[in-house]
């Protein structure tokens, strides 16, 4: 998995690139915190490109959130695909990555 980061002035985007999978959690979630205290207080997730999403790979989102709100930094999806969109609303947490998209914007 490869993260890419572009930053402006109010978000930072994180751009996933690859599975997001059990066999990929420990070296993205490395990847996702590393500089962590850089990032602008929106980070916006972009998982277009992510090719296979299990449970570990939406543990390790919802850490993210976690982690993220706890540090009072906002984190949302602003692009995905059919297969993250499945997983997500199969298991009713789409709305946690969506609700602070829309406060991101005011």
Do not use: C, P
Request: glycine share 2%; hydrophobic share 40%.
């Amino acid at each position: 998995m490869k993260i890419t980061r572009k930053k402006n002035k109010d978000i930072t985007t994180l751009a996933f690139d690859g599975d997001l999978t059990i066999y990929q959690v420990t070296e993205t979630k490395d990847e996702l915190f590393a500089d962590h205290e850089r990032l602008t207080e929106n980070i916006a997730l972009d998982l277009h490109k992510v090719g296979e999403i299990d449970t570990a790979g939406v543990q390790l989102l919802l850490f993210a959130k976690r982690f993220f709100s706890d540090v009072n930094k906002n984190i949302f999806i602003v692009k995905s695909n059919e297969i993250v969109d499945s997983v997500l609303h199969k298991l009713d947490i789409y709305s946690q990555f969506t609700q602070d998209a829309k406060e991101a914007s005011l």
